[in-house]
């Protein structure tokens, strides 16, 4: 399973990918499955950049964090939640067991995040998720 995005999908916020030659130099030969929560969610795209705020993914899921807009500080933590439960039905229907996913994504990141601005060390609400679930998740940074 892959973020999209690194394979050259337009489908950050911001309306851009995120394509990387070393990811998929990486992936040659290897079955795929590529993945956006944010936009299996239908957040959009582009979408208002989203920070967590009050922890990481872990935090969320347990009730003591959420996903809010940047500027308007607008509530999307049940929509990230549903594009982190799609991508987590489709781990199990495809028996994912690895997932390279775009650090610093409020999503995907499985090192860092940004917490109301602030880059930090955590991990997103899908790789929370797809990680309780058993899953392992790294960075495209680890390439």
Not at 77 to 104: M, N, P, S
Request: proline content about 5%; overall charge neutral.
């Amino acid at each position: 399973m892959v973020s999209a995005c690194l394979l050259g999908e337009a489908c950050r916020y911001d309306g851009r990918s995120q394509r990387s030659e070393r990811v998929l130099a990486a992936l040659e030969g290897k079955a795929v499955i590529p993945i956006c929560p944010e936009a299996a969610a239908g957040l959009g795209i582009p979408r208002p950049p989203v920070d967590l705020a009050g922890g990481t993914g872990v935090d969320v899921w347990a009730g003591r964090a959420r996903a809010l807009t940047r500027e308007t500080r607008e509530d999307r933590t049940a929509a990230f939640q549903d594009g982190a439960q799609q991508a987590l039905e489709a781990a199990r229907r495809f028996d994912v067991t690895v997932a390279l996913l775009k650090e610093k994504s409020p999503s995907c990141g499985s090192q860092r995040v940004y917490e109301t601005g602030v880059l930090r060390p955590g991990e997103g609400i899908t790789t929370a998720l797809l990680r309780a679930d058993g899953r392992t998740v790294v960075s495209d940074e680890d390439l």
